[in-house]
């Protein structure tokens, strides 16, 4: 936090951007409506909760997990850390989860929205499970966007980031850093996407990307449109989504499409070698 000035208008506004992208791409997300209050700018938040309705935040069920965990290094843990592999365990395996449908889908296209609008703080205690008066499950809403968009950074960070190629792409995707951790290190989101190491991630990729171009006009229309903010401000919000874009998921897009339909060639190949031996 040295040498930062403070707007206090930052959190709320990026909580109402953050959660109108999610709403834009498509996916189920808290309501959210920007105003005035003690003359400063609010974020309104609906409760997205019914009657009867209990909230169960993915924390609350990850440390109810047995048997023990295991990170990505091996070692037992708590089950209260942040370790990729301990929460992708969890959502295979823990019977509290066994009838909810798509929480390891969901997972990942948080993932992958939260490196678009550079959400640096989904971790396991805002994003969870309503359990209805009846007993049974569903996922909530995405909730809890504010830690998006730099959100703690002044008008002037903004402006000597976007004079700079070099720490426009550095704080954009190359690096920065998410709330997860493999191996005790904190990951880069946009390296991991890269790799195409997790079919979930990739899954999440091929059908969000796509989007994202297509609503790229309606995000600028909406950012264009919040009057407290600057100039600076919306130039900033935009570069970094756009630059994700393609510099990140465009590219991984393309070559888990060009990766499948090799997988798909090699098949037919190996398909018509065995027919020809057949046929001999």
């Known amino acids: ?56 935040e993915f924390d609350k069920i990850k440390v109810t997990f047995d048997p023990p965990f295991l990170d990505s290094n091996g070692n037992e843990t708590n089950g209260t850390g942040l370790d990729l592999y301990e929460i992708l365990m969890t959502i295979r395996e823990h019977p509290f989860l066994k009838d909810v449908d798509g929480v390891e889908e969901h997972f990942w296209n948080m993932f992958v929205v939260d490196a678009l609008i550079g959400n640096t703080d989904r971790n396991n205690s805002n994003w969870g499970v ?85 609503i790229l006009p309606e995000i600028e229309k909406m950012i264009s449109g919040i009057p407290v903010l600057t100039d600076t401000q919306k130039e900033f919000y935009l570069t970094v989504m756009k630059k994700r874009q393609e510099k990140v998921f465009q590219p991984t897009c393309r070559k888990i499409a060009e990766r499948e339909q090799t997988a798909k060639e090699n098949g037919r190949k190996e398909g018509e070698q065995r027919c020809s031996l057949t046929r001999r």
């Open 1 to 56: 936090m040295k040498n930062i000035q403070l707007s206090y208008s930052n959190s709320p506004v990026c909580e109402y951007i953050g959660s109108q992208v999610y709403k834009l791409l498509g996916f189920s997300v808290h309501d959210t409506v920007l105003g005035f209050r003690n003359q400063r700018t609010v974020v309104a938040c609906g409760d997205f909760l019914a009657d009867g309705d209990r909230l169960y």
């Open 130 to 214: 309503i359990v209805k008066e009846d007993g049974t499950k569903k996922l909530a809403p995405v909730y809890d966007n504010g830690n998006c968009l730099n959100s703690k950074w002044d008008e002037e960070k903004m402006r000597v980031v976007l004079s700079d190629e070099k720490q426009l792409d550095a704080e954009s995707f190359s690096a920065r850093r998410c709330i997860f951790e493999l191996g005790g290190d904190r990951l880069n989101p946009y390296h991991l996407i890269e790799r195409m190491e997790y079919e979930g991630c990739n899954e999440a990729v091929r059908t969000i990307a796509p989007r994202i171009t297509g």
